[in-house]
């Protein structure tokens, strides 16, 4: 059981605006910054948004993050036959000396 | 550009012991925290440790505290983690990741490596 909640699958058809959810708490979300990594099939996780809502060099403006109170949310706009993937948000949780992890969301393109 | 590349992976016997190394380039490795995070066969994410630029700061999860031990040595640009009384749970890919973030409540990995896997089985 992760910390962070996320829906465990989400679809979409190209052209398509998606939107994937992370829940925490207090401890992580509601005091610390949101980051959200995309995991390709058989690749490494790459940054995808850090900061709540910041993008990395690279990354398209379809990505963008937002969060609010203990919860974030990740959207995909223009969704496109690439983004499907595995995406993952993280969170510092203060009382655990480290970052936690979603459990990961299934994003697939029909 | 940035590069980190883990080896050290392997098959072993519950108990037993293992040694990952993790080689960066292309950045000034003692600039930045580094950090160990691992995926388990189909599994998702789960952070296992964290060392800050000069070692002061080390973060264990629960799940590997006591057995396991991250060190870094800034002369070869390289992060270890050494990995002892291991466990069938402790079956995964292990990521090496760049934390450019010094605070904590903003922390993030920009770059990951490739991976190592750690098999633990009899």
């Known amino acids: 059981q992760s910390v962070l909640t996320q829906p465990p699958s989400a679809s979409g058809t190209p052209g398509q605006r998606v939107t994937i959810s992370c829940s925490g708490s207090?401890?992580?979300?509601?005091?610390?910054?949101v980051n959200w990594y995309q995991q390709l099939p058989g690749t490494a996780p790459k940054l995808l948004i850090y900061s709540n809502n910041q993008r990395p060099s690279g990354v398209p403006d379809r990505f963008s993050g937002s969060k609010s109170g203990t919860s974030a949310s990740l959207a995909i706009s223009g969704l496109q036959s690439e983004d499907e993937a595995d995406y993952y948000c993280a969170a510092w949780h203060d009382s655990l000396n480290g970052p936690v992890f979603g459990g990961g969301t299934k994003l697939t393109v029909l | 550009q940035v590069q980190l590349v883990e080896s050290g992976g392997g098959l072993v016997k519950p108990g037993g012991s293992l040694r990952l190394s993790c080689a960066a380039s292309?950045?000034?490795?003692?600039?930045?925290?580094m950090s160990w995070i691992r995926q388990a066969p189909g599994k998702g994410l789960e952070w296992v440790s964290y060392?800050?630029?000069?070692?002061?700061?080390?973060y264990y999860a629960d799940s590997v505290k006591g057995r396991f031990t991250i060190s870094r040595d800034n002369a070869k640009n390289s992060l270890y983690l050494q990995m002892s009384g291991l466990r069938a749970e402790d079956t995964a890919v292990y990521y090496c990741a760049r934390a450019p973030e010094s605070l904590e409540w903003l922390l993030y990995f920009d770059h990951w490596g490739q991976g190592t896997l750690v098999t633990v089985s009899s």
């Open positions: 207090s401890s992580n979300i509601g005091t610390n910054t």
């Open positions: 292309g950045f000034t490795f003692s600039n930045y925290y």
């Open positions: 060392i800050s630029s000069t070692t002061e700061t080390i």
